[in-house]
């Protein structure tokens, strides 16, 4: 039988993933290509819904794609991708759009997040669509699971919902896929404001953790990261979500279980042990930095890579679609 299949996806709208990203995601993604069909894409053209400049768009989007081979995609064992590269997700995202409720789209609290920053009114269309072209990604690959962090639960029951009503619909099309959530790493929090999650778009510069960040400034901001109030180094998510939060991040690291850092820590204080997580990430992040910088002083051997992807990713799109097009009643193309 074959492998159980997998496809998740990230935006390039920054020149750094974060460490939520990589926690909270791309990491499970590396797991999972052993025991899985993997495909993973750049979502470019979910980036385009915040209108990027060409320039930023083209870089973010090879940054992205080095990040996540940095990372240890393995471009022989998961198909990598970049989104716009595979025509079909923006045929299917309209033939999903035209079975969405307004009503359940307009319900997606992601949208009402984003929007409510540009004003209801000017916030784009793209916006609004962005979780049924989300949709279209996954469907379109048939995906069993999706790796993805806590924020994406609500987008993911679209999906399903609309892989539902699809197959009632025309008649069986669609896998319906289901998420993939790591409860310990779902939600990693901003360093300066641990209940909210760790983002791009909203966390201080002194709040994320970049990939990318060189070992000085990154352990500075560990060191002043907000703890709580006492001094003793326990998981207690209500009441020291600062600290709670830095012994996840210590925990998924090291693979020791947090009651054992615990023990560890006991009578000696914050200081020792924020030292210890800060040495800790700079550690698991240099090799995927260094990995990154090398693969991003050969453009054309990334090209060659993501096209590659491109390729593999294109057969699969194609499958679906003719079974899509069949379905829903098109007909055949001359
Ligand atoms: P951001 O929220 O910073 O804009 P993205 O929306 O591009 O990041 O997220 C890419 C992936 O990383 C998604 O699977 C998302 O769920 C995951 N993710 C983002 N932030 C976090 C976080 N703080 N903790 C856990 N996972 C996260
Ligand atoms: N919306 C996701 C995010 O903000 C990115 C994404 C786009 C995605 N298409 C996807 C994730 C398909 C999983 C599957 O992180």
């Not at 709208?13 to 939520?20: K, R």
């Not at 404001?193 to 970049?210: F, N, R, T, V």
């Not at 910088?293 to 593999?312: C, F, I, V, Y």
Request: net charge negative; glycine share 8%.
């Amino acid at each position: 039988m074959a492998s159980p299949r997998v496809l998740s996806g990230i935006q390039p709208t920054g020149d750094s993933f974060h460490l939520g990203n990589y926690l909270g995601a791309v990491r499970q993604w590396v797991a999972l290509q052993e025991t899985h069909d993997a495909f993973y894409f750049i979502a470019d053209l979910h980036a385009i819904t915040v209108n990027p400049s060409p320039a930023e768009l083209r870089r973010r989007t090879r940054v992205s794609a080095a990040q996540l081979f940095g990372a240890g995609i393995d471009p022989e064992r998961s198909t990598l991708f970049v989104q716009s590269h595979v025509r079909e997700h923006s045929e299917l995202a309209w033939i999903l759009m035209c079975n969405t409720g307004m009503g359940e789209a307009a319900r997606m609290t992601q949208f009402k997040d984003k929007s409510a920053k540009y004003g209801e009114t000017s916030a784009g269309v793209g916006l609004f669509t962005y979780p049924i072209l989300q949709a279209a990604d996954i469907l379109m690959y048939q995906a069993d699971y999706v790796p993805v962090g806590g924020d994406q639960k609500q987008h993911l029951e679209l999906t399903r919902d609309l892989a539902q009503r699809f197959n009632a619909r025309y008649g069986e099309t669609f896998n319906v896929p289901a998420p993939y959530i790591l409860k310990e790493v779902e939600k990693i929090g901003d360093l300066q404001e641990p209940l909210a999650k760790m983002s791009k778009s909203s966390s201080s510069p002194q709040g994320i953790i970049e990939v990318m960040e060189e070992p000085g400034p990154l352990r500075k901001k560990i060191m002043r990261a907000v703890t709580d109030t006492g001094s003793e180094v326990v998981a207690d998510p209500e009441n020291k979500p600062g600290v709670t939060n830095l012994l996840r991040i210590q925990s998924v690291f090291t693979g020791t279980p947090i009651p054992e850092l615990e023990a560890r820590y006991a009578g000696l204080g914050y200081g020792a042990f924020k030292k210890d997580v800060a040495e800790v990430v700079i550690e698991a992040l240099a090799p995927i930095r260094e990995r990154t910088e090398k693969l991003l002083t050969n453009e054309a051997e990334l090209d060659r890579l993501l096209a590659a992807g491109a390729a593999r990713a294109s057969a699969v799109a194609r499958e679906t679609m003719e079974l899509v097009r069949d379905h829903i009643g098109f007909l055949p193309k001359p």
